[in-house]
């Protein structure tokens, strides 16, 4: 099977690391396509950003969906997850809301630990936008916003753990997501050292989405589908997708 | 007061039908400044729509913010409200959102009706989005999507008034939103015929946006409001404000 | 437009100050009608107080009502405004739920901050009455009841910042809301110091109330309006009203 | 133990009714004191008249509490309840509380039944009101407001039968409660012929206030309670009670 | 009247504590008869052991259910307890579900306050299973978990009623209940030190059992039952009922 | 790896039929290990049963748990499923969670179609037991319950589609889930003729336990387990587990 792997940010770092990971756990049951955005932001961390970087999602997921049989929407805050779902007729999976009802699976109350204050608005929506909203103990992260987004994992390795920790002791969590691309890869690492549960992103969202390929269901002639609809400007296979001209 | 109205949809004939509605409201209170989207999609009905439309929406706003006091989206449904918002240091008023809140202090429980089946997902998630899910009786439709959804308002006004009225006896309403732009300007004329509250939300959005404008609240320095961001390939005005190179 | 501004509280010295911000507010758009309740309570703060004082505050109204176009009850607690609302064929608007509603378009989680602990149990309630309780992040109070509630606003200013800056940083909000009729006026001289939107709730209901006034809304024939009823002992405007004999 | 049995409509029949009712449960285990009151409503129906009537039923207990060991508000709605618990040391019972936390024992989702439209959302508000309304089936009434209320329960015996079984049916109830004092009686006579449990809401009101009474709970120096007022035009009992000065 | 508790831990020392309180509170009321399981756990504190020894409840309850107005389950957390609710056509009362509606009867927010850490996840269930979650203010336990869970109440009085004023000046309690079958009867003893309603489990749910005893409601003939149905390996009085061959 | 696939029900016809749907879909990625329980109930329907048949599952998935890398619970109901997930250190999986966490990934709001009107209370509480209750669009089902449950997916396939197609168009599914054991299989036969994503529960189980298991988290240790514990009469090896003396 053949999985697209969106990035939506424009950082081709994060993009092959998550790619390693992916493809370290599909082994030869799947192949991964990765894509990263060439235009957009270079880490999105706002809903502004992400109304914009899902935009743009589309238009990736567009011009490489022939022959694709799931796709990941690979930046945690599913950046046009709902809208990709819509209009593609092959399951699309966002990393936030595979993280979160994989561990929905796994344990009772779930929290999100991250590397900055910036994103917890943004992906506390997330879980609520999935409905699981009341199983949610919170998102933990360190007080100020540090500059080494890109090595977070490594840097802040430490109070990670320790937040992870607290979320468990104090806030009644037995499942930890580690969110964020940056901290993608960090999960079994640290895992150990947690009493809980610990969630890799990534890993959820590819396993996820070779599981919904695997199940061959049929997306086609959904009745919830958009009706077929003219656009000017949009990228041509989005265009074309949105006009019903496409064969997604 | 300067009021930016900004339409997300292609037609223009909308936009100068709600400008009419806003201007007869507005009278020497405050300027209505109307723009139309000039990319996009004639008409956005769906999630997938209302994604790249919100993302066109934050382009246009950010263009002619300067001097501006609130800006209204004029398309129910709301697209790129939340991310607008969240930008933009002045109050931004969405169509459905202002309707539901106002409805929220007239009555108890208010439905929507609307012209198509197609709308009511979307419209039924513009409700839920507010936090007001629980008062929220529900989306009232013709069975069937008709063609002619620029006329909508005459032609269909008969059906309209039957679905309203049935909002308000079979599901408990006590306020009816007519939402959906096609429909601006109805709400008066049939408002005698249903016994309940009647609400045209381009009126309501209109209304409340310039009474935020007139609280003169101070929305610079948020603590909740993006970092500055870098950005490729936005509209230059959009991409300065993002970057906080920007007055808005 | 003729406002009538409603204190359900028998101080004199509060219904002034607010009077003065809805004047300041409504400039020559309307004409604002205070009235102060002359039996009841100094400063209702209790459901019990609410209770008694809600029914005073129908006779208020009843009374007053000829020729007005919108009603603040002027307490925040909004004692009889559902009552109100059901009886009487105009826009009738709460201090608590017009603040709430009106930050519920300026921000995604709303704070209340206030002069008193003991204040706490009833305002939360009027949130979670409005049906916004899941976008509420609590009532911040000093730890103890002082005793010069009359000059709150000024005696406790630097305490207020502290719990409001609190308020945002701890409990994640965006919008707080300064409560009690003691605090009106503070909004618009603290808001520099916090980072969030700062609202005053005797503004955003006269606002509101305005607003609501200004749609032309048809409220007579609401199949939710209560039959004719005879009673005894009521206020005879009151007893009128509610007998349907009364033009409302 | 004394039960103090407040009917804050004027019915006199209703009050012999229930207190016959509450008399037979009660037997020697609890003397009850019946009151039925002399301003407000014949039989009140809306939130308005509940607004008053709510404040006529703490005067009444407040000149009748010396001895008491509980109360119950005998009107389905509960005016006055909240208000009532908060300054009286003794336990206060609801109608509709009462008979929802009752049915709440004794199945999983609960249906009202009642005789008039005109009480549906009433009603539906008392259930919510106990947060138990997740477990709420609806309100089942005829279509239309017959004249007849005092005679309700033996004219429409058959129609209440039909509504009930629907409200298994096709609503899923497996609790039904016959709501509104005019039904007051009824459930015992009919429960052979609705497959669920029938409930009789004075019964459980009498019931569940000789529960509480019975368990000496310690209801002084709660922190809850509102602090001391001083209040004018309230009947002088009630005033004593609010200023802390009479023993309850 | 008569009374069946059953205990579904194997230690008979909480049964003769649990057994003296309902006697106290019972007087000559109701005769009742004690349970103690014999298979099992000595004390249960988790979901598996509450999924086994919910079983063994089923078991005791059908063999003794001959004669039997109501039953109370003696454990909080109440295994066994919908199960049996669905089969035997008496009431059923558990422990925690009791106190839990009986708190709704006397105080607006409800508190757990209980001897360690272990119990908290389920005791929460115990409290959002009965629907009231939105009232819940949590639970309060020591930091660890103690040995001398069978002398909890007399050794750690002190801590626990630090817990209880905690939870009222903290999460803003004003009812508590001492969970937990090693508490039993601690209520009336520390309810002085407490500033809010202090319940015991154990005396709520005898008197709800009676109080629904008292009601003579009939339950037989339930839509809700389920069919009759075969089985291997129960215990024969189980099996019985299951199959519709017993009396209940 | 090896997946255990639980059958607590008595039929043996019923575990072929689902290990033929799991060795079709696991192919060489997983060996499937079939139990069939030997006591309790030909086919579970109720609470009751569930309470007896979840202990039943816990013995058995005790007594194989060597060497297995994740438990499929293969009884639409999920009996024991918390239960499991507490003691054993290996993802477990239930029919009915797996197939509404799996369909939260493929649309936004789903519907359960079954055989029998005597499921709906119990699968109703399986979804809202998982937190989705607010994305549930109910269960629907034949009027009456029939004869012949084991042939109930060839019998009543014509009818099963068109309460599916209803589920889509009235109560606004777009997904649909086929629940009960007797209809495994059925899903892909019928999908085309569905207007909606259609899930077979066994197949969504088994896909998401091989999911979980590739993942290889770290279930070890987490704070959330139940200490051990002594009991009497339970199957050795699950008395082994609970007193933490097994290896699991």
Request: include cysteine; charged fraction near 20%; aromatic fraction near 4%.
């Amino acid at each position: 099977m053949r999985i697209l792997l969106v990035n939506p940010n424009m950082t081709q770092a994060m993009t092959d690391t998550m790619t390693d990971i992916a493809r370290g756990l599909a082994g030869d049951r799947a192949e991964i396509v990765p894509l990263t955005a060439t235009t957009g932001f270079p880490y999105i961390a706002s809903r502004a950003e992400a109304q914009v970087a899902g935009g743009i999602a589309l238009g990736m997921i567009a011009e490489h969906i022939a022959g694709v049989d799931a796709v990941v929407i690979a930046a945690f805050g599913d950046p046009g997850l709902t809208a990709a779902r819509e209009v593609f007729d092959v399951p699309v999976v966002g990393m936030a809301e595979a993280a979160v009802l994989t561990a929905a699976m796994l344990g009772e109350r779930l929290s999100i630990v991250t590397f900055s204050p910036v994103m917890t608005r943004w992906y506390a929506d997330c879980v609520r936008a999935t409905g699981l909203g009341a199983r949610f103990a919170g998102v933990r992260t360190p007080d100020a916003h540090g500059g080494d987004v890109a090595n977070a994992a490594q840097n802040m390795r430490a109070e990670l753990v320790t937040l992870a920790r607290r979320a468990v002791s104090e806030d009644g969590a037995d499942v930890v997501i580690l969110g964020g691309a940056p901290l993608a890869g960090l999960a079994p690492e640290v895992a150990g050292e947690i009493p809980a549960v610990v969630i890799d992103p990534i890993a959820a969202a590819v396993a996820q989405a070779m599981t919904l390929a695997s199940l061959r269901l049929r997306l086609e002639g959904r009745a919830c589908k958009p009706v077929a609809k003219e656009s000017v400007g949009l990228p041509p296979a989005l265009s074309r997708v949105i006009a019903h001209e496409a064969a997604v």
